[in-house]
Nanobody, 129 residues
């Protein structure tokens, strides 16, 4: 089981930037797991934002954030990041970090919630217009 703790959320004006971090801990070897970011607005489904393969080579993004968000990982620090730029009010949400349910093919990037087995508590991002 992997424990995940997100940080870096906050309030920012439209057009601004934030960098989210997610630190992993536990008995599992972090580098074996693909990782991802999801977000959720109250009353809405939790939606996929980005994911990164366990070898860090492959990345996938939701169309709504492509070109503005960048996911990365630092296995030496057991941490993933998401650099968010050109933020829009519609990016306002609670952002969750997630670890894949099981070790996957090295370059595979999961996108479905069912493929993730560990979740953090979330960090709030609010973008004002």
């Amino acid at each position: 089981q992997v424990q995940l703790v997100e940080s870096g959320g906050g309030v920012v004006q439209a057009g601004g930037s934030l960098r989210l971090s997610c630190a992993a801990s536990g008995r599992t070897t972090f580098s074996l797991y693909a990782m991802g970011w999801f977000r959720q607005d109250p009353g809405k489904e939790r939606e996929f934002v980005a994911s990164i393969s366990r070898n860090g080579v492959s990345k996938r993004y939701a169309d709504s954030v492509k070109g503005r968000f960048t996911i990365s990982r630092d296995d030496a620090k057991n941490t993933i990041y998401m650099q968010m730029s050109s933020l829009k009010p519609e990016d306002t949400a609670l952002y969750y970090c997630a670890a894949a349910r099981a070790p996957l093919t090295a370059s595979y990037t999961p996108v479905n919630r069912a493929e993730f087995g560990s979740w953090g508590q979330g960090t709030q991002v609010t973008v004002s217009s």
